[in-house]
């Protein structure tokens, strides 16, 4: 049923964004990747990916701070592909401080990629997808759309906007078959949260090890970081028949966090 459909997973390129695409390849999706890094080997990863599951495999690098950037990849991959069916609002970047130390420009940036692009890549996909009476938009949101955690004003503040936003959106397009929801992942161990382990670490005044033990997987109950195969699966899930109801909602993978 998913086999050839088309899907945009911004951020792409590494971490759950990469694991999603990876998942969906093996469905026999089409895909747009997107993200930073390295050009040669972004480019081997698309060429792998369509040879392996004779899928096709577009790479656009728009920046998600940039509405111009992301107009132009929408277009595009729209034009190539001939519309795109599934949207995974992804890329999302981090900055752990104090709120008053908090560097402004992190703040506007963080706001910009985690939560204003996926306005910016809604608005471009709804008008196919409801033509199409077929859509599914899913934003990767986090635990933190649901509870807080000190010195992640600006993550935090962006992803109960998201969670705020995949409710709004979910309710316009419910007629259309379309449906939006979050998932709301615990700690994964991808570069987003190995890069914050050394500044919790300086803001808590505790060592890096510390923080793996005392501060992240002490969030969750399973004492276990969740998997970007398990993301994975509950991403194709959200775009399968069996989830068709579900929508304006979001689906929680932290091990617990959240119960306590
Ligand atoms: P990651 O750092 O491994 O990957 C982030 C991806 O976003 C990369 O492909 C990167 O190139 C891309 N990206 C960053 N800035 C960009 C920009 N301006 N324009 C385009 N692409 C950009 O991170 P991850 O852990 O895989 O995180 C993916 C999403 O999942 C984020 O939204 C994050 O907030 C969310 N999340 C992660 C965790 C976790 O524990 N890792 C937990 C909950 C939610």
New binding site residues.
Partial sequence: MLKGKNALI?????????GIAEGFAKEGMNLVL????NAAEIEKLRADLAAKFGIKVLYDG????KPDQIEAMMRKAASDLGGIDILVN?????HVAPVEDFPTAKWDAIIA??MTSAFHTTRMAVPYMKSKKWGRIIN?????ALVASPFKSA?VTS?HGVLGFTKTVALEVAENGVTVNAI?????L????EMQIPDTAKARGITEEQVKRDVLLAAQPTKQF?TTEQLAGVAVFLCSDAAASITGTSIAVEGGWTAH
């Fill in positions: 911004t951020g792409s390129t590494s971490g759950i964004g990469l997107n993200g930073f890094g728009a920046d998600m701070s992804n890329a999302g970047i981090q990629i985690n990767l949101a986090s635990a933190h993550y992803k709301c992942p615990g700690y994964v991808t570069p987003l949260v969740v």
